[in-house]
């Protein structure tokens, strides 16, 4: 069984210390429509977001030259989320800090 309480709180954990500075200066409720949106996710959809997020914010911390500047497509998961998952390398970093402040 998935712990996703404990997947959870090490995702937190990463996207707090990734978004330490741009949380400081973030006016509250500036994204609401954003988060309204996320409320809407099942829990298990909340977890696959969280976790592709997760891994995007790995990879652009640790980015190294020669290395794909996207995330590898994983076998286990469906096309069109490998798509998106690559698709976040894309996103400009203010957008994608965005994202992971909602």
């Not at 020669?66 to 989320?81: D, E, N, Q, T, Y």
């Amino acid at each position: 069984m998935i712990d996703y309480r404990l997947i959870s709180k090490t995702h937190f954990d990463e996207l707090d210390r990734y978004l330490a500075a741009d949380l400081a200066r973030e006016r509250f409720n500036s994204r609401s429509t954003a988060r309204q949106k996320l409320t809407r996710l099942t829990v298990y959809q909340f977890y696959e977001l969280s976790t592709d997020v997760y891994d995007e914010v790995v990879r652009r911390k640790s980015e190294e030259p020669g290395k794909a500047s996207f995330l590898p497509v994983r076998i286990g998961f469906h096309p069109k989320r490998n798509q998106a998952r690559q698709k976040l390398a894309t996103l400009p970093t203010s957008r994608f800090e965005d994202l992971c402040s909602d």
